[in-house]
């Protein structure tokens, strides 16, 4: 059992920090963190591999870091300072994912709410013959139902407080 030479830690610590990087972006977690960029720029031979930007999900960016060096360390140089940003501006898309998806499934359950206010008015119609005279009171029902339900939604309601009120509307 020698000393380790220069190649042996460079191996070493290359390994090291792909593990780091595997491991830390597996995180369940989507936001990314600034300190855990910056130590993975610091294990990769200051940003000179690029592991920092496999971390962000810039694997493009991240194989030519490799490849070149840190785009002959200019680039890694560049990240010493540019690396807290970019981790802010990572987080702030992946926060624009979550309320895009958010906003599509809201929309999706007011499509679908719309849709059963349809059916039912066109229910009312069938069994009356007359669309006139079964209609505004369902309306009317229909109404109370979705406010006691939106009360219950923002918790004012607890669900036997909801279900006594559903009750006494359906009658």
Known sequence: MGRLGI????????IFAGITAYFVS???????????????????FFGVLGFHRFYLGKIGTGLLWLFT????????????????????QYNTNEEL???????LSNAQSINQS?????????????????????????????E??????KLLDDGILTQEEFEQQKTKILG
């Open 97 to 103: 994912k979550e309320i895009r998806t958010a906003t």
């Open 7 to 14: 190649s042996e830690i460079f191996i070493l610590i290359i």
């Open 26 to 44: 597996r995180n369940s977690s989507s936001t990314k963190s600034s300190s855990i960029a910056y130590l993975l720029w610091f294990l990769s």
């Open 114 to 142: 719309k849709s059963i206010n349809e059916k039912v008015l066109n229910l009312s119609y069938v069994e009356t013959g007359n669309k006139n005279s079964n209609i505004e009171p369902h309306q009317d029902k229909i």
């Open 144 to 149: 109370k139902l979705k406010d006691i339900k």
């Open 69 to 88: 060096g840190g785009v002959f360390g200019f680039g890694a140089f560049i990240d010493l300072f540019t690396l807290g940003n970019q981790v802010t």
